[in-house]
């Protein structure tokens, strides 16, 4: 009686010439891919928008902090 093809540990799932042409097949697509991706994540992280409100959030903290400073020091002296 042969072997369950799925049980058979001798028996490979993905087959050595298979794999190499679905690797060979692939690699430029998901290649591009990788690169669109990256391109619109880079774009989206560089935005004047975002750039804007990092600075804008950098701004707030620093005044925050000199009013934190300074704000307490003042209600001492009244």
Do not use: C
Request: charge should be positive; glycine fraction near 2%; proline fraction near 9%.
């Amino acid at each position: 009686m042969p072997p369950e093809p799925i049980t058979d540990p001798n028996n490979p799932i993905l087959s050595r010439e298979l794999f190499e042409r679905l690797f060979r097949d692939a690699a430029v697509p998901i290649l591009i891919l990788l690169v669109w991706l990256s391109w619109v994540i880079i774009n989206r992280l560089m935005s004047p928008e975002r750039q804007q409100a990092r600075r804008n959030r950098a701004i707030r903290k620093a005044v925050a902090a000199r009013e934190a400073r300074f704000g307490a020091s003042k209600n001492d002296k009244d």
